[in-house]
């Protein structure tokens, strides 16, 4: 039998197959779309790939602009304008999962990094955007009710924006019952009277928390109890937003 003489250097490359050493990878995930004021969690995974246990592994999560942090798990502290989780020793193999919640407070696009070290480093980021919403509120109030046949009342609109962003587009339309006829009106656009119809140009924009009224006055023609009524459209909605009032014509 012969025997065989194997390179030093041709088994150091065999020992260095045999044993590549720790690679941490790191994935990291997050909503793509949250509104202002909701919570979102940021998910993040390290991995140990590699052959061999990777020490002092510490993982560091940037707190990005447009969110406040509220908490973190697995021992996860805040430092600065970061996140940190030491998780000392991650053997061949093992995985940890780490989260960490946050609150929008900002409309725009929020992009996290967070950052995986031992005796290496690697990255992993994701984005969200970060909307709000308008929600409008639609009122309205007659005064005097009742009213004496042929005297004259007002209808107070008031049209609020209790969301948190901006609302577009939007068109106020009364309608008066038979036994009403139009006097005139006030509001934050120009009204048109049209048979029994009264409607505002359109309003290009009302601010999150914002509100603006609208007033039309009209004469009593006729006795009995009544509804006039309010349809409000924008560009937000997809159906119209209705509202009556009850007023009492006496003779």
């Known amino acids: 039998m012969k025997s065989m003489t194997i390179p030093i250097a041709i088994l150091a490359a065999w020992a260095s ?24 969690t940021f998910e993040i995974t390290v991995t140990n790939r590699g052959d061999a246990a990777a020490q002092n592994v510490v993982v560091t999560d940037v707190i990005s602009g447009g969110v406040q942090f509220l908490s973190a798990d697995n021992g996860g502290v805040r430092e600065g304008a970061n996140l940190v989780w030491r998780l000392g020793t991650l ?3 093992q995985s940890r999962q780490l989260s960490a919640t946050f ?27 970060v ?10 109030v007659d005064d ?15 049209v609020t924006n209790q969301g948190t962003a901006i609302g577009t587009g939007i068109v106020i339309k009364c309608t008066l019952p038979a036994e009403q006829e139009y006097v005139s009106s006030t509001g934050p656009t120009q009204a048109t009277s049209a048979g029994k119809d009264v409607t505002y ?18 004469k009593g023609i006729g006795v009995g109890d009544v509804r006039f009524r309010v349809e409000l459209n924008s ?7 209705m509202e009556t009032e009850s007023t009492h014509i006496y003779d």
Do not use: H
Not at 19 to 32: D, H, L, M, R, Y
Not at 105 to 116: F, H, L, M
């Open 17 to 40: 197959v045999a044993s590549a050493g720790p690679n941490v990878e790191i994935t990291k995930s997050c909503p793509g779309l949250r509104y202002l004021g909701r919570n979102a």
């Open 91 to 93: 053997d061949a193999g």
């Open 103 to 129: 609150r929008c407070d900002q409309i725009g696009a929020v992009r996290n990094t967070a950052t995986v070290t031992y005796c290496a480093e690697s990255q992993a980021s994701c984005a969200m955007e």
């Open 131 to 140: 909307k709000g919403i308008p929600a409008i509120l639609l009122e309205c």
């Open 144 to 158: 005097p009710d009742p009213i004496e046949l042929n005297s004259s009342l007002t209808y107070t609109i008031t």
């Open 201 to 218: 140009a359109t309003l290009a924009t009302l601010a999150a928390g914002a509100n603006t009224v609208y007033k039309v006055t009209v």
């Open 235 to 241: 560009d937000q909605i997809t159906s119209p937003v």
